[in-house]
């Protein structure tokens, strides 16, 4: 019988995720067939890889031309499907290496689903990989050598031959499928390509270290649930369509079926075949959970920028995938899927998001993302520290006492922090007890603990939490962010000791200092990205004084009005003017020449918050913003068409928007946003 080598493509499918890997399968004299993935290290892949002539690299007008056509062939089923069918009709055997579709008669595997699926995930996506790699010999060199190995060749045709008649059968399929859609030029660009790429299989394979983030029992616990549905394509349809229903801009990184509506999708043929490839993908991660030089080596290849979009970093996106991941594979299997065995399938899957986001640079829209962005390390938090967290969260947060002892407490060591709350800021200490806006801030105070202990296993909810509520009205004027919450912890035991007494033992501060420094590193990290620097304060300030003319304001209440139409009520006389006539309505220009000189006021006085604050503490909150919608939302909403026209106004006058000046204003409003977010009084 005849052994042949094929190359396999895996294809990772997390948020429209890709990656190339390449697989040896082979039937042995018996019949018997084997599927086998080999490695190596880079460096011993790099020397080991044959040298090729200048004559057999492909020149750049020959690679500029591959992959001006490979949208051609990427996109075209029949290619994929021929690819194999002509391989099954020239070498027999190979079908066998298909125990599916082995008995199949040729003429009807070009309308089999399931084949059409196979077909696509093996053969389209090895396409790309090569044809995005082929200026990068390394990767070429790396990952095309471990498909290489003694034993996968045919004893009586020398290796060579046998890869040549796999760029033969490739580049017949793709004349005879695409006809004058696809030039001579370009066919021998193809054929050059393919070679070249093919030329790097071989060298010595370094052994893999076996090595795993998993404890043998957690790959035992992982692999036991994985039988239960790696079979099943309805997990991978069910989580793609979780990600399309909760971030609905992921589905556009999907061409294919970008505008299909979600409820035609189970039924759509390049869904189906998506759904396939994702699900063979994660049979091969868990496969290789105990191989992790595989797995890193695999996984550094496949980051494309097309697979992220633009408004999460890379380990925020991948967690996502996570949790959505095990919602579907809990649906389809139920019970079955214990909670230790989702555990361990989190921890492994934890550990592939960590290397995929490491080499994640940008996103579909060539916006960078920060691929040193690591997950909340919430490590510290042991099953016992977190049973230790609850069972006392559960005595305390029945204790009335507690939220407003240790505000007292906090006002009485440092008066100053009273401040911070206007609309009790100058009530006596001896009344705040029963005043009820003190009331409302301090059991809001222990309700936002609660929420962070019921979150305790899942550290990047809490860390999104706080990030989008951290303000800096949090803290006092002297004193570092980090300083001031190191005292509020100190206060905090304080008054858990005096109120629980011997509930409250050595093991439960130990766990609770464990949280609150979980906490506060996220909301110390927060406080700095969101405080202007002086160097961003001196450049809105600038960019302000030379829109001075231009009537920002104005600029900023039309695309307000266009995006929201119903905040045209907020306009007073020019309210009812026909959103058509606005620009030229004298009223609305009065309304936004206002609104421009408040926006420079705030841009030159935002060093002085005191100030602001008691300006905008004097208004009445109902007449600047539409009832409904939190005041917060709508402030960020304002700011952000701010930012745009800004950036417009700035771009027609200068040809650019500098990444600087963008980020000097991104962090000027967020804070100018935060600190009306505290001053306005209803």
Same mark, same amino acid.
């Given at each position: ?34 599927v086998?993935?080999s ?37 075209n ?22 125990p ?27 396409l ?7 200026d990068?010999p ?19 045709i020398?290796r ?34 393919l ?21 043998a ?40 079926f970008?505008?299909?509506p ?7 043929e ?13 049979n ?10 595989l ?7 496949m ?79 042991s099953?016992s ?5 609850r069972d ?5 947060r029945?204790?009335?006492d ?19 709350f206007?609309?009790?800021a ?9 005043n009820?806006?003190?009331?409302q ?23 999104t ?37 011997? %509930? ?5 501060? !130990?766990? =609770?200092? $464990?949280?609150l @420094?979980? /906490?506060?590193?996220? &909301? ?32 900023i ?21 026909? %959103? ?5 309505? !004298?009223? =609305?220009? $009065?309304?936004? @020449?206002? /609104?421009?000189a408040? &926006? ?28 409904g919608v ?28 500098t990444?600087?000046t ?12 935060q600190v ?7």
């Open positions: 019988m005849m052994k042949f080598v094929l190359l396999a493509s895996l294809v990772v499918c997390i948020q429209a995720s890709t990656t190339t890997i390449t697989t040896t399968i082979t039937t042995s004299a018996s019949g018997e067939t084997t086998t993935t490695t190596s290290t880079d460096g011993a892949a790099s020397a080991a890889a044959p040298s090729a002539s200048t004559s057999k690299v492909p020149t750049a007008a020959e690679i500029a031309l591959v992959r001006e056509t490979a949208p051609l062939i990427k996109t089923g029949e290619i994929h499907t021929r690819i194999f069918i002509d391989h099954f009709k020239y070498h027999p055997e190979i079908q066998n290496l298909m599916q579709f082995a008995n199949i008669p040729l003429v009807e595997l070009a309308k089999n689903a399931a084949f059409k699926q196979r077909a696509f995930s093996y053969c389209a996506i090895a790309n990989f090569i044809v995005t790699n082929l990068n390394e990767k070429l060199s790396s990952h095309l050598q471990r498909i290489d190995k003694d034993g996968f060749y045919v004893d009586y020398d060579p031959r046998q890869l040549e008649e796999t760029v033969r059968i490739m580049i017949e399929v793709f004349a005879d499928v695409l006809g004058d859609k696809i030039s001579t030029a370009a066919l021998a660009a193809w054929k050059k390509s070679s070249y790429a093919f030329s790097f299989m071989g060298g010595e394979i370094a052994k893999v270290s076996g090595s795993s983030a998993l404890s029992e957690e790959l035992a616990a992982v692999r036991s649930a994985h039988a239960l549905f790696k079979d099943n394509v309805q997990v991978a349809e069910n989580c793609l369509i979780k990600h399309f229903v909760v971030h609905p801009p992921i589905q556009k990184l999907y061409a294919a970008a505008d299909v979600i409820s035609e999708l189970p039924s759509n390049n869904f189906q075949a998506q759904a396939h490839v994702a699900l063979r993908i994660l091969f991660l868990v496969e290789n959970l105990d191989n992790d030089e797995l890193k080596s695999s996984l550094s290849v980051n494309s920028p097309g697979f992220y979009v633009d408004y999460m970093d890379p380990i925020y996106q991948l967690d996502e995938t996570t949790r959505l991941l095990l919602e579907s594979i809990k649906e389809v299997v139920g019970s079955a899927f214990t909670a230790e065995a989702a555990a361990a399938f989190k921890k492994g899957l934890d550990h592939i998001s960590d290397i995929m986001a490491s080499y994640t640079k940008s996103a579909y829209n060539g916006k960078a993302l920060d691929s040193t962005v690591k997950r909340p390390d919430c490590g510290a938090l099953a520290t977190k049973a230790t967290i006392t969260w559960s005595l305390a029945r204790n009335a507690i939220a407003p002892k240790l505000f007292l407490k906090m006002f009485a060591a440092h008066p100053e922090t009273q401040k911070m206007p609309r009790w100058n009530v006596p200490v001896a009344e705040l007890r029963s009820k806006f003190f009331q801030q301090v059991y809001n105070c222990l309700f936002g603990l609660t929420v962070i202990i019921k979150n305790i296993d899942t550290p990047d909810i809490i860390a939490l706080l990030k989008n509520m951290a303000s800096t009205g949090w803290y006092v004027d002297g004193p570092s962010s980090a300083a001031q919450l190191d005292e509020t912890t100190r206060l905090f035991h304080e008054v858990m000791a005096e109120e629980l007494g011997s %509930a409250y033992p050595a093991e439960a501060k !130990a766990a =609770f200092d $464990a949280l @420094n979980f /906490v506060h590193d996220i &909301l110390v990290k927060a406080d700095a990205e969101t405080v202007p620097t002086a160097e961003d304060k001196q450049i809105m300030k600038d960019n302000m004084n030379i829109l001075k003319d231009s009537n920002i304001g104005a600029k209440l039309l695309k307000m009005v266009k995006a929201h139409p119903e905040s045209q009520k907020l306009l007073g006389n020019a309210a009812n003017v026909p %959103a058509d006539q606005l620009a030229t309505n !004298a009223e =609305f220009q $009065a309304i936004g @020449n206002m /609104v421009g408040g &926006l420079n006021f705030m841009v030159n006085n935002i060093d002085d918050t005191t100030l602001m604050r008691q300006l905008i503490n004097a208004k009445d909150a109902k007449k600047w913003f539409m009832p939190s005041i917060r939302m709508q402030m960020e909403e304002t700011f952000r068409i701010a930012l745009e026209a800004v950036g417009e106004e700035l771009s027609e006058r200068f040809g650019s928007f990444p600087k963008k980020a000097a204003f991104k962090r000027g409003f967020r804070y100018l946003n009306q977010d505290e001053s306005f009084n209803f």
